[in-house]
């Protein structure tokens, strides 16, 4: 298993490289680059994004109202002194060609240097990091009770297949799948968040404003009571895969021989089931185990956190790609990766944790 684990981890390198060598070719690509914004910004056409020129806004200013020739590469450039231009390229690193540029971001992200953001004048790793608890919350709390709720309801469909119970449970899941999970969040919000009926929950944020003056337990009541909502709203649309993915497996590991061998031998229903039967059905469940929490981590959380004001990596995702702010964007594509790959290989080991038949090193790779 060790010589498994080696190889798994000395893939995940090349795996990383080829994320971000995609996602780097991609972006040089991507019309609208930094510059472009500074430019459309000092033209008027464009103040979404902050810049962080050392002369400041003034000085800016100055540099944008003389009269210059044309023929910068850039659209919108014309009456812009050419060397305030080289100075915006060397501030955001395009004085250099990319295949440089690409080796010195991979380099950097090696030691987990990932830079300052371009338009908010901090490290980003102190910006994930201020981001990483709204992001953390949603998504183990979210994956947590998916997994509470799928797995014994998938387990009593199984045993109840075709019943009323079966059916009805059935519609409901549908129902809940086929809702996207921003909708439950507006409805959640109109019912329970004072939006029209009843103002029992908080609408912003994940602690309370006097959250620092609580006691332990006061704080701890607190947190839950701002997640409750949104983890709600995540939660809702999330298990119905997993209860379906777990029933359909009970249900093909139940017809199996060796169940009925089983209770042949006289074996109750819950042993045959608990003893023998879920171990084998639970292995197809644990592999979609690092999409779901992958997935409700990071990606899932964008409209809830938008919806709820929670301010995660999900929503600072999605404005740095709209600001271009290629180091936060980067960052965040490398910690996915990177973390996508480890929960990937766990989840390899937790199959052998729960079958020890299962031999990974007899593989070829």
Known sequence: MAAYILRRLALMI??????MLISFTII??????????????????DV?????????????????????????????????DPAFIEELEKQFGFDKPAHE?????????AQFDFGNSFYRDVPVAQLIAEKLPVSISLGLWTTLITYLISI???????RRSGSSFDIWTSGVIIVGYAIPGFLFAVLLIILFAGGSYFDWFPLRGLTSDNFDSLSTGGKILDYLWHISLPVLAMTIGAFATTTLLTKNSFLDEISK?????????????????YHHVFRNAMLIVVAGFPGAFVGAFFTGSLLIETI??????????????INRDYPVVFANLYIFGLVGLIITLLSDLTYVLMDPRIDFESRET
């Open 308 to 321: 709820f004001s929670l301010d995660g990596l999900g929503l600072l995702s999605y404005e740095s790609i």
């Open 14 to 19: 090349p795996t990383i490289l080829g994320i």
């Open 101 to 109: 540029r690409f080796l010195i971001m991979i380099g950097d992200y």
């Open 257 to 273: 021989q060796y169940v009925t061998t089983a209770r042949a031998k006289g074996l109750s229903e819950g042993k045959v089931l």
């Open 48 to 80: 979404g994004a902050t810049a962080r020129f050392a002369g400041g806004q003034s000085e800016m200013n100055n540099l944008s109202g003389g009269n210059f020739d044309g023929g910068s590469k850039y659209r919108g450039a014309q009456g812009l």
């Open 152 to 158: 014994p309801l998938g387990i009593a469909k199984a």
């Open 28 to 45: 040089q690509f991507a019309p609208g680059g930094p510059v472009e914004r500074i430019i459309a910004q000092l033209q008027g056409h």
